[in-house]
T-cell receptor, first 111, second 116 residues
Framework: SQKIEQNSEALNIQEGKTATLTCNYT??????LQWYRQDPGRGPVFLLL?????KEKRKERLKVTFDTTLKQSLFHITASQPADSATYLC??????????FGSGTRLSIRP | GAVVSQHPSRVICKSGTSVKIECRSL??????MFWYRQFPKQSLMLMAT?????????EQGVEKDKFLINHASLTLSTLTVTSAHPEDSSFYIC????????????FGPGTRLTVL
């Protein structure tokens, strides 16, 4: 069956450290993968998109990798800050232009 | 960036009544809009895809007669929850795609529905 798994339901790290979130998928062949941030009671906000032929993409303190052999994406936040605390969702395209979301990882950055 | 609004942001209704939620793309024309439902501490589950001027495509297990979707214009889609029951209480989120930015969807702020 098709699955998208974000292995950590919750992750707590110290301010200033690098947060690394994992997204694994099974029985999908996505052309691209996306990462979103969601704050409580709000809609998701798009962060980064990485295509299947891209290994890595960066945006300010964010870095995403995409390994189509391992069927895995890693999302890194460097020099983490308490304001980075949120739920982070990975999402990939299935058929017919639909985006399917993982269950999310709730990230908490402690001062 | 592209902005998507939803109205209302929060609604409480009695069991058996119908509730309409609006989703608008404010500064772009949305060729496709999506409706998601999110239960507490769970991810977004796609309910249906709507294209302007055509019938919505519903995901498996979503009752089309209960969740009526209308995409009457390129900037407005509505979701009507008919004969709402307490189990329909959830966070409903829409998103819109313009077709101009490669497969990027812009999400609305969500609508919290509580059915008493």
């Amino acid at each position: 069956s098709q699955k998208i798994e974000q292995n950590s339901e919750a992750l707590n790290i110290q301010e200033g450290k690098t947060a690394t979130l994992t997204c694994n998928y099974t029985n999908y062949s996505p052309a691209y993968l996306q990462w979103y941030r969601q704050d409580p009671g709000r809609g998701p906000v798009f962060l980064l998109l990485i295509r299947e032929n891209e290994k890595e993409k960066r945006k300010e303190r964010l870095k995403v990798t995409f390994d189509t052999t391992l069927k895995q994406s890693l999302f890194h936040i460097t020099a983490s800050q308490p304001a980075d605390s949120a739920t982070y969702l990975c999402a990939l395209d299935s058929s017919a232009s639909k985006i399917i979301f993982g269950s999310g990882t709730r990230l908490s950055i402690r001062p | 960036g592209a902005v998507v609004s939803q109205h209302p942001s929060r609604v409480i209704c009695k069991s058996g009544t119908s509730v309409k939620i609006e989703c608008r793309s404010l500064d772009f024309q949305a060729t496709t809009m999506f409706w998601y439902r999110q239960f507490p501490k769970q991810s977004l589950m796609l309910m249906a895809t709507s294209n302007e001027g055509s019938k919505a495509t519903y995901e498996q297990g979503v009752e089309k007669d209960k969740f009526l979707i209308n995409h009457a214009s390129l900037t407005l889609s509505t979701l009507t929850v008919t004969s709402a029951h307490p189990e329909d209480s959830s966070f409903y989120i829409c998103s819109a795609k313009s077709g101009e930015v490669y497969n990027e969807q812009f999400f609305g702020p969500g609508t919290r529905l509580t059915v008493l």
